[in-house]
């Protein structure tokens, strides 16, 4: 049973550019968090997906990022535009969907945003 | 909102005990989780408590929660240099459905020979 799976693992960006995340979740789980982790500080939340649906995107600025979780295919953290102090690792985890859930995060091993 | 706060640093002496401490604000959590993360890798679960217990023991690691005084610890017993990585307290007020975890900012253990 594969893990999370992000990728890129390292994209490297130009300022204005558009940078695309993409995470497949361990199999069965159908919830999806995205995390941001920048240089030296803890994880920061960003969105909370169910399957075509966002749940919660508290965390998200609210230009220029977006997420999503179509019903075929892994979800996607889409950063347009991208500036300088996107630099970050991304870091997206999922957990199962059977209740109860103890809500342990499964997390991928990370997408490095360098932009220049 | 939530918050979670922890120390950034802690170095400690290889064999000795580590201890870790977090604080939150969330009087409603459910689940205090501890996870590490090594270099250049993602987060793993190291281990969980649920709020109405006060212990957990696995193996060298020891979890109190004082939920009265909203404080978690992590204690390593017989640190070893394996142990060097950062480690993250987080909290969830779920019970029975996933809900957004909020993670701690993280504090890095390092081990001195």
């Known amino acids: 049973n594969a893990g999370v799976m992000q990728n890129p693992r390292h994209l490297v960006r130009r300022r204005g550019q558009e940078a695309r995340l993409r995470c497949s979740p361990m199999?069965?789980?159908?919830?999806v968090y995205w995390y941001r982790q920048l240089p030296e500080e803890g994880l920061k939340f960003m969105v909370y997906l169910q399957k075509e649906n966002i749940i919660d995107e508290s965390g998200m600025p609210k230009e220029r990022f977006s997420a999503e979780f179509p019903k075929e295919g892994p979800s996607i953290l889409r950063i347009q535009q991208v500036v300088r102090g996107d630099s970050a690792a991304y870091f997206c985890a999922s957990s199962p969907t059977q209740e109860p859930n103890t809500g342990e995060l499964f997390f991928g091993e990370g997408s490095r945003l360098t932009v220049l | 909102g939530e918050d979670v706060e922890q120390s950034l640093f802690l170095s400690v002496r290889e064999g000795d005990s580590s201890v870790i401490n977090c604080t939150y604000t969330d009087s409603s959590s459910t689940y205090l989780y501890w996870y590490k993360q090594e270099p250049g890798a993602g987060l793993q679960l190291l281990t969980y408590?649920?709020?109405?217990?006060d212990m957990k023991q696995d193996q060298r690691l020891t979890v109190l929660l004082n939920k009265k005084d909203k404080h978690l610890s992590l204690r390593i017993a017989d640190t070893q240099t394996g142990d060097s990585a950062i480690y993250f307290c987080?909290?969830?007020?779920?019970?029975?459905?996933?809900?957004?975890?909020?993670f701690g900012s993280g504090t890095r253990l390092s081990i001195r020979p």
């Open positions: 199999k069965g789980h159908s919830h």
């Open positions: 408590i649920f709020s109405n217990m």
């Open positions: 987080a909290e969830s007020s779920a019970y029975s459905s996933a809900s957004k975890i909020i």
